[in-house]
């Protein structure tokens, strides 16, 4: 049982960071990306293939990681800064779509649709992190700094920038916000952060394929953002919160079949999302209408 | 009126289509004086405001700031080069307080950190809680700009400009719509704006504000300009006002 929550709890500060860097783009900069999966599978794959082949270092492996998907976010920020509102997410459902098939073929890199097996255990500058308790100490640590580092960023000018450009484009550069440079920069940063999340991912399975990093999974990042509630620091953990732990509850209730777990979880979230946009669309912890 | 003009708007036309929304029209703006733009409906004058400010590009002519050519530059730039504007529908930063609306407008660097350190900062500061002073704002600095009233976006729309220190202000509709008390405010506040030698251009239905304020007045139809000159000369022209009230001559 132990082990069980420590597990669930490590995949939840993994996604709560994949999910606080796409509230980045979505929440704070108005970028609704549909490709995050793909950069949280870049991340991943760099970290395994440097765990495989180099050093099993996570430190090493999650910057690594965290870098490759940084530079490939270009491809993002590139029609990011050409498209505007549903346009873009048509071009990020286009280049996450692109990306699982690559992932699914190029065999060298990524292992084919088969992945990439026998991830080492990981190492954090020589000290044996393998343990279950260990490893999730140091996810949870990765994720404080993270939402520590997005939490200073949007207190700050830049913040008030991205926040600027989301509510009105043409008055943010109205007052001199340079949106191509302001979109690059975030783009660059939120893959950076779920590049490295994808790497803490690749460690902790110790195994990584092509059906992690679908548009399935871009979806259920992007939901965890909105249900707990977009443009907030805490938004996005009560979404993960949230939506892990559903399934988890629900393989509790033995009067469920098992094989109907699935069909049940699909349902409530059907009908929890509905329910959410109707009375509360800002999210769980977002903000309603009104002066206070 | 023999100073060289601050903006000068050169034989500038745009077209959509089918639709010439201006048409070789030809404006300047002096240091310290109040242009409005007057005109019906579909006469241009919003067209012309982002054709200046960078937000459309224009087909033929010169925009020029302080004799440097803008026409076609980023609106980004433009707004660094001390032109700061409002818009019909004010487009204000709605999720964001009324004091991040105002910070926002004044930090214009692009990057992660704003140029000036400590010094610049507290400058800004400054120039964010005077302009929520003056517009009456200061109390309500952390509600978010999407809860307030009317009347008082209209002022957070004044202060974003007010802040900036932008020596030239182009103003879309800036008072339509607000009470006769909150007018005489917002018109002292711009009045007291053109006194310390800010460059005012201001489109404005309706015509009693314009005759408070303006001290020149272009007159614009169907994307051209008609004429041009002191207010009680346009105001007192009665073709021109026929025009305004939709009496088209053919």
């Known amino acids: 049982m132990i082990a069980y929550l420590v597990n669930l709890a490590t995949l939840m500060a993994i996604f709560g960071i994949a999910a606080s860097s796409l509230n980045l783009l979505i929440g704070y900069a108005g970028i609704f990306s549909m490709a995050h999966a793909m950069f949280f599978g870049v991340g991943a794959y760099v970290g395994a293939q440097l765990a495989l082949h180099v050093v099993a270092d996570v430190g090493l492996a999650a910057l690594a990681g965290g870098a490759v998907a940084a530079v490939l976010s270009l491809c993002l920020a590139l029609p990011a800064l050409r498209v505007r509102g549903e346009y873009f997410v048509a071009a990020s459902l286009g280049l996450q779509m692109l990306a699982s098939t690559i992932f699914g073929e190029t065999h060298i890199l990524t292992g084919g649709v088969g992945g990439l097996t026998g991830i080492p255990a990981p190492t954090l500058l020589g000290y044996d992190i393998s343990s279950p308790v260990v490893y999730l100490l140091v996810v949870t640590s990765v994720l404080i700094l993270t939402l520590v580092f997005i939490h200073s960023l949007i207190r700050g000018s830049f913040g008030r920038g991205l926040m600027a450009i989301r509510d009105s484009e043409s008055a943010a550069e109205a007052f001199g916000k340079d949106i191509r440079s302001l979109k690059t920069l975030v783009v660059v940063i939120g893959c950076f952060l779920v590049g490295v999340a994808g790497s803490l991912l690749a460690f902790h399975m110790a195994f990584v394929n092509v059906e992690s990093f679908t548009l399935d999974q871009s979806v259920l990042m992007m939901a965890m953002v909105i249900i707990g509630g977009a443009g907030t620091i805490y938004g996005p953990l009560v979404g993960v919160v949230t939506l892990m732990a559903l399934p988890a509850g629900l393989s509790f209730l033995t009067f469920i079949p098992s094989t109907e777990i699935g069909t049940v979880q699909q349902f409530i979230y059907g009908v929890a999302m509905t329910l959410l946009m109707i009375f509360r669309p800002s999210g769980l912890v977002g903000q309603s209408r009104g002066r206070r | ?250």
């Open chain 2, 1 to 250: 009126m023999t100073q060289a003009p601050l903006l000068s708007v050169r034989n500038v036309s745009r077209s959509f289509g089918g639709l010439n929304a201006v048409q070789d029209v030809s404006l300047e703006l002096h240091q310290g004086l109040i242009t409005a733009l007057a005109g019906p409906n579909g006469a241009g004058k919003t067209t012309l405001f982002n054709l200046v400010t960078g937000h459309v590009a224009p087909d033929r002519g010169e925009v020029s700031l302080r004799g440097r050519p803008i026409a076609g530059m980023k609106p980004h730039r433009v707004a660094r080069l001390g032109l700061a504007r409002s818009f019909q529908d004010l487009r204000l930063f709605g999720h964001m307080t009324v004091r991040d609306n105002v910070l926002a407008a004044v930090e214009t660097g692009a990057w992660l950190w704003q140029f000036g350190g400590r010094a610049g900062q507290r400058d800004r500061r400054e120039r964010v809680e005077h302009a929520l002073d003056v517009t009456g704002l200061a109390p309500l600095a952390e509600i978010r700009a999407v809860d307030l009233s009317y009347a008082e976006t209209k002022f957070l729309s004044l202060a974003r400009i007010l802040a900036t220190g932008a020596p030239i202000w182009l103003l879309d509709e800036p008072a339509s719509g607000l009470d006769p008390s909150s007018r005489a405010h917002f018109i002292k506040l711009v009045r007291e704006a053109a006194q310390s030698g800010v460059t005012i251009c201001l489109i404005e239905h309706n015509l009693d504000i314009v005759t408070e304020l303006a001290d020149r007045i272009a007159f614009l139809d169907r994307g051209r300009k008609l004429a041009e000159g002191l207010p009680k000369d346009i105001l007192g022209d009665a073709e021109l006002i026929a025009i305004y009230f939709g009496e088209r001559r053919e």
